[in-house]
């Protein structure tokens, strides 16, 4: 189990992000290769009140997106998309994406990304793979598989909320999970060890690692599951 806990006061600016003007924020929570799953990295990203994160291609990786707070016009290939909180995008190898903070604050989110495990189209004859037709609201959803829908290894995304005394068994049989808690206080338990958490941490568990979350009151929390190939273990 890994731990990684967001600090308002340590966000790191970057100017001109992908070739959009003016500045971001960007807060790394796991860097890839301190993980054994198939990971590039997850990192926490903020922009200001109609701040950019500039339309870029992806040649290598697939990318998550989870909006954390904040309005935010999202572009994939020639559309764009309104992407409150609590609405997550996916965005393949080969395909383009930005965006573009549109409410009255700024916006922030999560990113998880990871190398993607075929090869990549030609973004001249192909567009890449979709897995969904625009960002997916997961208050309603709650768990969106991602199985067969070309953007291998990520497998699943959740969205969970318990109540106080409730607990969510982390399923790791198959790969690595990412979770990060939202809102609330919850006891985390993983690799022989136990930890409270609160709002801004991230907790990686590794896999075929058990772990259980134990909500100490009302609680929300993101999750990404990503396979480990177990022939490179």
Do not use: C
Request: avoid cysteine; glycine fraction near 14%.
């Amino acid at each position: 189990m890994r731990w990684a806990e967001r600090r308002d006061d340590e966000w790191a600016v970057i100017t001109d992000v992908h070739g959009a003007a003016g500045t971001s924020g960007w807060w790394q929570l796991v860097p890839g290769h301190a993980l054994r799953g198939p990971w590039e990295a997850v990192e926490l990203a903020r922009v200001p009140a109609g701040g950019i994160s500039g339309v870029h291609r992806h040649t290598r990786t697939h990318e998550v997106y989870f909006v954390l707070s904040g309005l935010a016009e999202f572009l994939l290939d020639d559309e764009a998309y309104e992407m409150p909180a609590g609405f997550a995008s996916i965005t393949a190898r080969g395909q383009r994406h930005g965006l573009r903070a549109t409410g009255g604050a700024g916006v922030v989110w999560l990113v998880a990304e990871v190398p993607a495990a075929l090869p990549a189209p030609d973004p001249d004859k192909e567009a890449g793979v979709n897995p969904m037709v625009g960002p997916v609201d997961l208050q309603q959803r709650g768990v969106l598989s991602l199985a067969g829908a070309g953007v291998s290894p990520l497998d699943e995304i959740g969205l969970g909320q318990l109540a106080e005394g409730e607990s969510y068994d982390v399923d790791t049989e198959s790969g690595e999970v990412f979770l990060y808690l939202m809102e609330g206080s919850v006891l985390v338990r993983g690799g022989g060890t136990e930890r409270v958490a609160g709002a801004g941490v991230g907790v990686t568990f590794g896999w075929r690692e058990r772990g259980r979350v134990t909500a100490t009151g009302p609680a929300r929390f993101f999750w990404v599951r990503s396979i480990v190939d177990r022939t490179r273990l």
